[in-house]
C-alpha cells in the first residue's frame, strides 16, 4: 500500500475513533439557528386523567419535535387566553389574535392494563376545521413514540411531507471506566432520549448503518483487536459475523432491498469496494483501483453507489453501477470531500468537505454538482440523512467534546444535542419504522 493511501485511510480511522467518555441519559437540546419563518402553532398542553403524574408530559415531546424541525413557531403557553382540551371548548378568533395558524389539543388518560389512552386534535384555525384527530393506546413505554407519531402526523397535514418524528439514530459511544474503556453501540429515538445500548466492547465500534427495515444494525466490532463487520438483530440481540478477512473489514452500507451490503476490504491487498449477498454470502469486488476506495453508500433505486476515493491523490467522491463499470468523479470542489451518503429521493448527497483546514458538512446537489456548505463548525463527520430528506445528522466538536447536531438540508436550521458528560460520535439515522403505528 502507498505511503499516501495508509496515511488517508489512517486519517479515516483516526476521525471515527476520536471519542471521549459517553454521556448519561441527560440530554440537552440547544437549537442554536431557527428559521426565518416557522408556521405559528399553538400546542395547548393535554389533559392527564389519572393518579400521579403522568409518566410523559405527551404535549410537551410534541411541541418540542415541531421547534426542532425549524418548520413551526410555537407560541408561549403564557399568551394563551385559555387551554381547551375538547372539541367545544375551542374558540377560534382567541387563537387568530394570537396569529396562530393551527392548534393542537389532546389528552392522556389512564386505562386497565397499565395502558394509557392519548387523544389529540389538530385545527386550521382560520379555516376553523379540524384537520386530523386520532386515538393511540400504549404502555407507558411507547408513550414517547406516540407522542412521536403524532408529530409526524401534524407535520405532515400541515407541510404536505412526511415527518420523521418517530424514527431512531444509533451512535457510538465511549466510557472511561474503573475497569477500562467501554464503547457502546447505542439506539435512541430520533430526538436523542430513551437510549439502549445495543453493544459495548473494551475495543472500538465504527460504522453503525441501519437495515431499510430498521430492524438490524450492521457494525464494525475491533473485539479481538481486529477489525470485523457483524449484522445483530435488535429484536433478539443475535448476531453473526459478516466480514473478518485479513486486513480492513469496514464501512457496511445496505443495498436498499436489505439483500447485499457494500463492503470496504482490503483482502485482496488495496482497500476497495465488495458486495456480499447477505443469504449466501457471495462475495463480489466492485472497484479495481490502485488508489484506496472506501466508505459507499447505495443510491436508493439501488442500481449505483457512491464511494470515497483518493485517486486524484485526495479524498473525493465517486459514482459507479452496482453491476461494475466505470467509476465517475462526482466532487470537483474542494481538495477533501468524504463521507458521503443519499437523499431519500436521490437528488442530494450529504457529505464531508474540507474548506481552509475546517471540516464541513455540505450537500452536494446531483443534477448540477452545486455543493453547498451547511455547517460552521470545524470537525464536523458522519453525516446521515433523516428519512424525509429535511435534516441531516451528525457528529462535530463544541469546546472541545464530541456531540450530535443536526442541520436542515437548506442550512437555516440548526441544534445540539449534548449529553450531561460525555461525547457522542458516528450517528447514523434510521429508516421509517412503519411497525409503531397505534392509530384507533
Not at 143 to 159: C, G, P
Not at 260 to 270: E, F, H, I, Q, V
Not at 338 to 345: F, N, V
Not at 371 to 382: F, G, N, P, V, Y
Request: with cysteine; aromatic share 10%; net charge neutral.
Amino acid at each position: 500500500m502507498r505511503l499516501k493511501q495508509l496515511c488517508f485511510f489512517l486519517l479515516l480511522v483516526t476521525c471515527n475513533l476520536l471519542l471521549a467518555p459517553d454521556g448519561r441519559a441527560v440530554l440537552t437540546i440547544e437549537i442554536t439557528q431557527g428559521a426565518e419563518t416557522g408556521l405559528p402553532i399553538a400546542v395547548v398542553p393535554f389533559r392527564w386523567e389519572g393518579p400521579g403524574k403522568p409518566p410523559q408530559v405527551v404535549s410537551d415531546i410534541i411541541e418540542a419535535d415541531l421547534a426542532r424541525s425549524g418548520r413551526f413557531a410555537p407560541i408561549a403557553h403564557k399568551d394563551f387566553f385559555s387551554t381547551p382540551h375538547e372539541d367545544r371548548d375551542v374558540v377560534f378568533k382567541d387563537w387568530r389574535l394570537l396569529k396562530a395558524e393551527a392548534l393542537v389539543i389532546g389528552g392522556v388518560k389512564a386505562v386497565a392494563g397499565g395502558k394509557f389512552q392519548v387523544q389529540f386534535r389538530l385545527y386550521g384555525v382560520f379555516k376553523e376545521a379540524q384537520l386530523a384527530g386520532f386515538r393511540y393506546t400504549v404502555g407507558a413505554d411507547m408513550l414517547r413514540a406516540a407522542a412521536h407519531q403524532i408529530s409526524d402526523v401534524i407535520y405532515e397535514k400541515l407541510t404536505g411531507e412526511a415527518g420523521a418524528f418517530n424514527t431512531r439514530i444509533a451512535y457510538i459511544t465511549r466510557e472511561d471506566a474503573r475497569a477500562g474503556v467501554v464503547y457502546k453501540l447505542q439506539v435512541a429515538d430520533a430526538d436523542g432520549y430513551g437510549a439502549q445500548t445495543v453493544v459495548r466492547s473494551p475495543e472500538p465500534l465504527l460504522s453503525p448503518a441501519w437495515s431499510p427495515d430498521g430492524k438490524r444494525l450492521a457494525y464494525v466490532s475491533f473485539e479481538d483487536k481486529r477489525a470485523k463487520v457483524y449484522v445483530q438483530n435488535l429484536g433478539d440481540g443475535k448476531r453473526e459475523t459478516l466480514a473478518e478477512f485479513k486486513g480492513i473489514n469496514g464501512a457496511p452500507a445496505w443495498s436498499p432491498d436489505g439483500k447485499r451490503l457494500a463492503l470496504a476490504l482490503s483482502k485482496d491487498g488495496n482497500p476497495e469496494i465488495y458486495l456480499v449477498r447477505l443469504d449466501t454470502r457471495e462475495l463480489r469486488r466492485l472497484t479495481h483501483d490502485p488508489a484506496i476506495d472506501t466508505e459507499p453508500a447505495w443510491a436508493p433505486d439501488g442500481r449505483s453507489l457512491v464511494f470515497t476515493s483518493d485517486r486524484p491523490g485526495q479524498p473525493q467522491i465517486y459514482r459507479m453501477s452496482a453491476d461494475g463499470g466505470e467509476a465517475r468523479r462526482l466532487t470537483f470542489e474542494g481538495d477533501y470531500n468524504a463521507r458521503a451518503s443519499y437523499s431519500a429521493d436521490g437528488k442530494l448527497l450529504a457529505l464531508v468537505s474540507r474548506h481552509e483546514g475546517r471540516y464541513h458538512v455540505a450537500t452536494l446537489r446531483l443534477e448540477d454538482k452545486a455543493l453547498q456548505t451547511l455547517t460552521d463548525t470545524a470537525l464536523d463527520e458522519s453525516p446521515s440523512f433523516a428519512p424525509n430528506g429535511r435534516m441531516i445528522l451528525y457528529a462535530t466538536e463544541v469546546r472541545g467534546r464530541g456531540v450530535l447536531a443536526s442541520v436542515s438540508a437548506d442550512g437555516r436550521v440548526r441544534q445540539l444535542l449534548k449529553f450531561e458528560e460525555g461525547d457522542v460520535r458516528e450517528p447514523a439515522w434510521s429508516p421509517y419504522n412503519r411497525e409503531l403505528q397505534y392509530k384507533e
